[in-house]
């Protein structure tokens, strides 16, 4: 057939774990045809439709957008959604992402890594009596935190960062930039409060600037800049 | 192991020299406690950085020490300097490039004396 001639075939290894049936994880390898501009999540999509239908993967907006379908890929952490199989070669590894429980093959337990974002007060502080109309700010306020607007929470930067994986209590990159979000936003009344909470030994201290979160981000944000940002807050106060 | 980039790597090398430091640290207080024990059992242990075994260990430890130094340097800017996280990758280089330019010539003075050159000073011992 005419459209076949795009496609190449591709082996994809897959670590697995079926709690019910597997006491440890495997390497499991599928071979597939894929075209160029098939992403990863649509080769995952073809093993599950069409070789193992047990093959388990988180999956929602599938754009990008709702961070669901972060894992590790040829060791580094990415979005499935976001890889183009033109990119990845003929030979691809698939992992769920470090750092996090394995609930099911690429599923980890996102439970800690939300209780963790909740510790930082994500949301906007502020007690004073609400204006008529909305709270106003400049686009050079606006503008401070733009950044750390962006992510998505997919855990990319979390699930990357060695002292996350040491210890699991430290709140992690993703709780900080959430905070960073807040604590540089001019409406926001909660700065000392998240400052008093990341100053903490497990706050923003544990980053050792390893830049991997930065490498991480499928949304380009200055992970560990922000980070910095709210440790020379903590320093020099100020918002 | 995850792929990470010299983020990853330069943390990793400052955690092991900087074990690597700490490890010469507390041999260096044994040694030089051993004075306390009168000059010919401290000469006599002293000789034991002579030898080429040794020789090559202290070349580790001074390309640790280097290493150790600098990068901390590129943490300091990082943590410090407000523009400092856009030139990790480049002062990472830089931080190689420096280590080894003053790694080179201390190979000559610390592993000349054993094919029996002798740099200014560094035969000083005259049990070799």
Known sequence: MAGDSSKRRVQIKVKRFQP????????????????????????????????DGSLTYRRSCAHGVCGSDAMRVNGRNRLACKLLMADLGARISVEPMLGFPVVRDLVVDM????????????????????????????????????????????????????????????????????????????????????????????????????????????????????????????????? | MYRGQSGQWSWLLHRITGL??????????????????????????????????IRVISLALIASLLFHAFNGIRIILIDFWPAGYKYQQAMFYIVLAVTILLFIPTVFYIMAPVFGVCPQGSCANPAL
Not at chain 1, 24 to 46: C, I, K, M
Not at chain 1, 175 to 188: E, G, L, T
Not at chain 2, 22 to 50: C, E, K, Q, R
């Open chain 1, 20 to 51: 019910d049936q597997n006491a440890e994880p495997y390497w499991q390898t599928f071979s597939l045809d894929v075209e160029g501009t098939d992403r990863l999540l649509d080769a995952l999509n073809q093993i599950k439709w069409t070789q």
């Open chain 1, 111 to 239: 439970d800690p890594f939300f209780n963790k974002y909740e510790k930082v007060k994500p949301y906007l502080i502020n007690d004073e009596p609400a204006p008529h109309t909305e709270r106003r700010q400049s686009p050079e306020e606006r503008a401070r935190y733009d950044e750390t607007t962006k992510c998505i929470l997919c855990g990319a930067c979390t699930g990357s960062c060695p002292s996350v994986w040491a210890n699991a209590e430290w709140v992690g990159p993703a709780s900080i930039v959430n905070a960073h979000r807040f604590i540089f936003d001019s409406r926001d009344r909660g700065a000392a409060e998240r400052l008093n909470i990341l100053s903490d030994r497990n706050g923003v201290w544990r980053c050792r600037t390893i830049f991997n979160c930065s490498e991480a981000c499928p949304r380009g944000i200055h992970v560990t800049e922000a980070i910095e940002e709210v440790k020379r807050a903590i320093m020099y106060g100020g918002e």
């Open chain 2, 20 to 53: 690597g430091v700490l490890l010469f640290l507390l041999v260096h207080i044994v040694d030089i406690t051993l004075i306390g024990f009168g000059p010919t059992i401290y000469n006599d242990a002293i000789v034991i950085f002579s030898t080429a075994i």
